[in-house]
């Protein structure tokens, strides 16, 4: 009852829901795998994962837009998440195909064989073939699912722990999740980090336990999952934003002394809304990497977090529906431009390669919404919904919209 | 002696320089106090250093019953034990209305949890409809507190720092740019605030401290140069020197 008053008061949530399922429903219908097959299944991959990418942008925008961190570490914990459901991917794949293998002998293959075999299959590349401790629960979807939210919340946690209490703000914060989410891709990178170091984890979108079933028809089921977890994640942080916790935190962004003086336990607030989200990054994640097939701490490097910055500050800050705006545009116009689709620019003496340039188009946009369009892409659509509002009915009296408040609070 | 606040051989240097010096205060339970002096004499710090924001160097800064040190309490601590604190430069949320101000002030649960599960029950509806009736603010509540004037912005402040309901008031400035009739207003809330409760209020407004009809406290230099009504301060030839002769 509560969240059905809470929709009824904030129908932008029901709108964005509501085109969140048109969009699944309708890309389902033009899928290979359940319907006429007007777009390819890789096709259908890549807006899954952008709606995994919508899903982090969200948690960027809770912590940034509405929290005031500027965190550039939170693909850190996207990461994390993918790494976690990978393992889990990777070694019970690994174990099938060996099993199999070993299966032909005419001995059964003893508990220790099997283990050996997965180990070499696994970490040959990496010179090894012992399964390193990280890897003991790898047979359990259930703990490596747990593991996809726990392993990034308690990064968080303590990462936030430290540094919030020492009252570490602004620009050096910023700093700080940059080295935090550097220094975890450089541990990757290494071999003998357990995760297969610069060569990640790989066939992450083969199922286990759904070998029967083609990617056509998989990555259809990844696009309802991806689609489940961003409405899920849409409502929840509206619903988190909507009331008193909402405004606390729009108040620490914007004078954190003072809702110190009110009482607030401010680092406490940061810590809550710097875990919550990387759980979500983490999650989006999980759900993300299946989708793309392989990971690697490249993924994690530096620069991938600010991208996210970028995208939010693109959509517009301060505000859900922004943060999904510019993700969701500037990734896909991104894998549009890189996927070498577009058609080069001879000049003559230079050729404009989109791989390349398209950076340069990222950066032209983005200093035309900072300077055009300072609320982002979502302000736009505000501004938009506003005129409509003042065309379509005259001003409300003061005494008349109190009343209404009054009501809905 | 049942003193609210007691401030004992206090002093605090700023790279040096002693901006608060051996500086001695009390204040009773519900009582009306002005602290003047010229510019630069501490009166900020002091607020500073009774909310948390500000460390000294020595001394002791007592309050409650029984007396608790607020030295080793955090700024957010120090405000939910009941100190609440009105800035120099009014400081509200310019971008949310004059409601959602007053509910985040409002005496409730402050734990993050506790204030994401919160909803606003009838009776915090009404509490803040009669604190924005006691500011002046009733018919401005859903606006944004950024389109207030300057002088309503200081009562929306002052209405925050009610709401909160706490044992101790400490007001920076308030009649700052405001009108003559603007002050006779925050006059009548500051003296109604302080039957119950205590109220520091920190002025350079001669006229504004006379209306108020409290003793008065002199700081000079971080410390207290004359204290009592402000006749007899205003007739110390110290205070005239240092403050009222310039
Ligand atoms: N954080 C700080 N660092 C360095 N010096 C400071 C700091 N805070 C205050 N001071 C200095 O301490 C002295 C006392 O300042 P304070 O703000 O308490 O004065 P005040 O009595 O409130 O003056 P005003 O009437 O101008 O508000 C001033 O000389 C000021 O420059
Ligand atoms: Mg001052």
Sequence with gaps: MIERTFLLRH????????????????????????????????????????????????????????????????????????????????????KSIVVEQLGAAQLPPTPEEVREAIGSQIFGVVGGSEIPAIWMFADSLIIQIALVVLVPGLLALVFG?????????????SILTQAMTLALSLYLFQNDSGLRGNNGLSGLQNIPGA????????????????????????????WMVSGKFGNVVRGIRDDEARVRFLGYNVEAYKLVVFTVTAVIAGIAGALYYPQAGIINPAEIAPIASIYL?????????????????????????????????VPDIPLGFYTIEWVDWWLVLLGFGFVLVTLFAPQGLGGLVDALVRNRQAIAAPPPTPAKSAEKASEAA | ????????????????????????????????????????????????????????????????????????????????????????????????SVRDNLMMALKNDRSPFGVMAWRAARTDIDKVAD???????????????????????????????????????LVDEPAAGMTLGEREHTTELLKRAAETRAVVVVEHDMEFVRRLGCKVTVLHEGSVLAEGSLDHVTANQDVIDVYLGR
Excluded at chain 1, 43 to 69: E, H, N, P, Q, R
Excluded at chain 1, 161 to 173: I, M, Q
Excluded at chain 1, 212 to 237: E, R
Aim: with cysteine; charged share 15%; hydrophobic share 50%.
């Design chain 1, 309 to 341: 910055a970028v995208w939010v500050a693109i959509g517009g800050r301060g505000r859900l529906y922004g943060a999904v705006i510019g993700a969701a545009l500037v990734s896909l116009v991104s894998t549009w431009f890189t996927s070498g689709q």
């Design chain 1, 11 to 94: 129908p932008s949530v029901m709108v964005f829901i509501a085109l969140l399922a048109l969009f699944t429903v309708g890309a389902t219908i033009l899928s290979e795998g359940f319907g006429v097959g007007l777009i390819s299944t890789s096709f259908v991959k890549t807006l899954g994962k952008t709606l995994c990418l919508c899903l982090i942008a969200i948690a960027m925008d809770l912590v940034w837009g509405y929290c005031g961190i500027l965190s550039l570490g939170h693909f850190a914990f996207f990461g994390l998440g993918g790494y976690m459901i990978g393992m889990w991917l990777m070694y019970e794949r690994t």
């Design chain 2, 1 to 96: 002696m049942s003193s609210l606040l007691e401030v004992a051989g206090v002093s605090v240097t700023f790279d040096g320089f002693r901006a608060i010096n051996d500086l001695s205060f009390e204040i009773g339970r519900a009582e009306l106090r002005a602290i003047i002096g010229p510019n630069g004499a501490g009166k900020t710090t002091f607020m500073d250093i009774v909310t948390g924001k500000t460390r000294p160097d020595e001394g002791r800064v007592d309050y409650g019953e029984p007396p608790r040190s607020l030295l080793r309490m955090s700024e957010s601590e120090i405000a939910r034990a009941g100190i609440g604190r009105k800035f120099q430069r009014p400081t509200v949320f310019e971008q949310q």
């Design chain 1, 211 to 238: 070998e029967n079933l083609s990617q056509d028809v998989i990555s259809v089921w990844f696009l309802w999952a991806s689609a489940f977890a961003l409405g899920a994640g849409y409502l929840f942080a509206a």
């Design chain 1, 161 to 173: 722990w430290l540094a919030f209490r020492s009252r570490v703000t602004g620009v050096y914060l």
């Design chain 2, 131 to 169: 604190l924005a009736e006691e500011v002046g603010l009733a018919d401005h509540l859903d606006r944004p507190a950024g389109e207030l004037a300057h002088g309503q912005k200081q009562w929306l402040e002052i209405g925050m720092l009610l709401a909160q309901d706490p044992r101790l008031l």
